[in-house]
């Protein structure tokens, strides 16, 4: 069966280090998202992608980055750890039509001690 | 801008009772779609019910019915014979225009079922 999965799905890492967080969808999906959950805030997007080589800063992008070299992976990657980045943080991946729902990973929580 | 606001942090039902879930949006595009997931104590997303703006009818799948009124601004979800395993965290979301399948979402819902 089809799936999104994250890696890892926990993580505790120190400030000012570079943490890279996985994400792997079988669906082919063309559209992916990376979103961080917070209480209070429900999700919001960091970056997403809609095809290869095609990446776009989320609403919250400041002190993320993603690139995407193939269809399958989004990895995001945190520069350097703040303590305001200890999070939840969701992959998920759409099909390019606009009626159709978002498919989630299971989530990583990330620690930034 | 776009926005989604959900008003009710926490609500409880009795079992076997139906449940709304408020929802309004702010949007100035002509086409959109409008989302709502259940997120329950184990973390995971799950797809519950899709409208887009131009459906004449409220979705409905199963339990869940979307209860959309689009002069109002609000697709408010209905969960009917509520069950225990309805406890959960509920979020609606927004697709943008036309070309973007990015989504905002709202702050979400705590539904907790008595029984």
């Known amino acids: 069966d089809a799936e999104i999965t994250q890696s890892p799905r926990h993580k505790i890492t120190e400030t000012g280090r570079q943490v890279t967080l996985a994400c792997h969808q079988t669906w082919n999906h063309n559209n992916m998202f990376w979103y961080r959950q917070d209480l209070g805030h429900g999700l919001r997007l960091i970056h997403y992608?809609?095809?290869?080589?095609?990446?776009n800063k989320g609403e919250v992008s400041d002190g993320y980055s993603v690139s995407r070299s193939n269809t399958e992976d989004l990895p995001l990657t945190l520069e350097s750890a703040a303590s305001s980045q200890t999070s939840v943080y969701f992959c998920a991946s759409s099909m390019g039509q606009e009626s159709y729902e978002q498919y989630f990973g299971p989530g990583t929580r990330l620690t930034v001690t | 801008a776009q926005k989604i606001t959900q008003t009710q942090p926490g609500m409880f039902v009795q079992e076997k009772e139906a449940v709304t879930l408020d929802c309004t949006y702010d949007t100035s595009d002509p086409s959109y779609g409008l989302f709502w997931y259940k997120q329950p104590s184990s973390g995971e997303m799950i797809f519950l019910i899709y409208?887009?703006?131009?459906?004449?009818q409220n979705a409905t799948e199963g339990r869940y019915s979307l209860n959309f009124q689009k002069a109002r601004k609000s697709a408010n979800l209905v969960i009917s014979a509520s069950q225990l395993g309805d406890s959960a965290m509920y979020f609606c979301?927004?697709?943008?225009?036309?070309?973007?399948?990015?989504?905002?979402f709202g702050t979400g819902t705590r539904l907790k079922v008595l029984a």
């Open positions: 992608s809609y095809g290869v080589q095609d990446t």
């Open positions: 979301a927004m697709r943008g225009s036309s070309g973007t399948y990015k989504y905002i």
């Open positions: 409208q887009g703006s131009y459906d004449q």
